[in-house]
């Protein structure tokens, strides 16, 4: 079929790369969308439109689990799409319809929490529009596209920002962010939709049950998975207020470049990984390399906010925003677990277990969710953040056996050790910058964070030759190692 690739000789390094790029426009945007957001609703709006949108990301991920399943099977090798795509566009069409029926019923009893109905409206349509767009865009990853299907998602955040601005031109604050997220993944899903040229044909009984076989694990997967990243928000959100929630999303968003180089290579690691397994080869190189980088980025942003977390929070979002100091601390540190883990979900979806995935989710979830209750209610955003903190550390060494006994080897590259000492040196550096020079504006910062960043990867290229390998392997992938002389 046409756009259809051979998924079991894809390059990691070039996928990842390609990927990479999406994910810094990705994150751009959504930075700015945020600090906007923040200066113009102020803390109460933001948290209230995210507590929103942490429901409603919270519900998309019954559609979502099986849409992760067609991304699947349509990775396999020799399979037509057509009649999974089908299957999935029934299933999103009638989970939105019931969803619709809910809201109706249930609103009364919920207007406390959402507001009036057109909030409900809107996160409703929010579920129905994500649900189109992922199932479109991994459709898309899965026969052969998973760096472009990125690049599909930055154009989503694109026009959901500009959608976003104009609706709150018009005035409709929390409300138009919703239905500008919605409007805009419309957009986006249908352009996905004519890139993937695949026509949805209706499924017949045998594709419906290759589908049942995978969902029935990647769809409590996804709800597990995404209950508990969004854990934090709800928790806060009822516990201890949407000013909490508020803090605590800004505070996120500045930690999301550690997750760069693990989420652009998930699609990616995912589609061989089940390519490879569907002819019985191996992934255990391909995870162990794939580990080498995860954490690339997630070690400097870790640093740098133990360095200077009043100057990031406080001159980036506002002088109201510097209360969420100590919480952009422990989110780098949460991220630093999170984005080592991720490589392992993605190889073990790819292998076919997602039975493995789901059980280290629950477990991670009861742990989780207790803890964060407890901890919440006695030491509010901090206490919260810190349980997530122990819940994802017990998920990377769950992983870490898991990994042992899959591929009879411990998955800690001597990499990670490499980039850990990078980043004690770029501490140093920026740690010494905060006390002899006075951060009071965005150029001085920027400028701060640039010496560190040049600091820590000097320090890596000096210190690790796998390093320079890998990046002249990923140049000469790009068909650039001729141009800067690799």
């Not at 199932?135 to 599909?152: K, Q, T, V």
């Not at 942003?301 to 200077?308: D, K, Q, R, V, Y």
């Amino acid at each position: 079929m046409k756009g259809e690739k051979d998924t079991t000789s894809l390059s990691l390094g070039r996928e990842t790369a390609f990927a990479m790029g999406a994910k810094f426009l990705l994150a751009l945007v959504g930075f700015a969308g945020v600090v906007l957001f923040a200066r113009v609703l102020g803390v109460d709006g933001v948290g209230k439109y995210y507590f929103l949108l942490a429901i409603a990301k919270l519900t998309v991920q019954v559609p979502g689990g099986f849409s992760n399943a067609i991304k699947k099977r349509v990775s396999e090798v020799d399979v037509d799409p057509g009649e999974y795509f089908g299957f999935g566009v029934l299933t999103v069409a009638v989970y939105t319809v019931v969803l619709l029926g809910a809201a109706v019923v249930g609103h009364p009893f919920l207007r406390d929490q959402i507001g009036p109905f057109a909030f409900a409206l809107g996160a409703v349509g929010i579920v129905g529009s994500l649900g189109l767009f992922s199932l479109s865009n991994r459709l898309y990853a899965g026969i052969g596209n998973p760096g472009a299907s990125f690049w599909a998602d930055s154009v989503r955040s694109v026009f959901t920002l500009a959608f976003q601005v104009a609706f709150l031109l018009m005035g409709m604050r929390v409300l138009g962010l919703m239905y500008g997220l919605v409007l805009a993944t419309l957009v986006t899903a249908a352009g996905v939709v004519v890139a993937a040229n695949v026509r949805p044909r209706l499924p017949t009984r045998e594709t419906a049950a290759s589908v049942w076989e995978f969902a029935r694990w990647s769809v409590p997967n996804s709800l597990t998975q995404n209950l508990y990243m969004r854990l934090d928000v709800l928790i806060l959100g009822v516990v201890v207020g949407k000013s909490a929630v508020g803090l605590y999303e800004p505070a996120l968003r500045l930690t999301v470049p550690a997750g760069f180089i693990a989420i652009s290579i998930s699609d990616s690691l995912t589609v061989k990984a089940s390519g490879l397994t569907s002819i019985d080869e191996d992934v255990g190189d391909d995870l162990m390399n794939s580990l080498s980088y995860t954490a690339l980025f997630a070690i400097p942003i870790l640093f740098g906010a133990l360095a200077m977390p009043e100057a990031l929070m406080g001159i980036v979002f506002g002088p109201d925003y510097a209360a969420g100091a100590t919480a952009l601390v422990l989110l780098a540190v949460f991220q630093l677990f999170n984005t080592y883990r991720m490589p392992f979900d993605n190889v073990v979806d790819g292998m076919d277990r997602p039975d493995i995935r789901f059980r280290v989710s629950l477990f991670t979830l009861a742990i989780n969710a207790p803890l964060a209750v407890f901890l919440g209610l006695e030491y509010g955003l901090t206490g919260v953040v810190v349980a997530t903190i122990v819940a994802e550390a017990a998920r990377t060494a769950t992983y870490l056996v898991v990994a042992y006994r899959l591929f009879d080897r411990v998955m800690l590259p001597r990499t990670l050790l490499e980039q850990f000492v990078s980043g004690l040196l770029m501490f140093g550096v920026v740690y010494a910058l905060n006390d002899a020079v006075a951060i009071d504006g965005p150029f001085v910062l920027a400028a701060v964070v640039g010496v560190g960043g040049v600091v820590y990867f000097a320090a890596l290229v000096a210190l690790s030759s796998h390093f320079r390998l890998t990046v002249r392997s990923v140049l000469r992938d790009l068909g650039l190692g001729d141009v800067v002389g690799v």
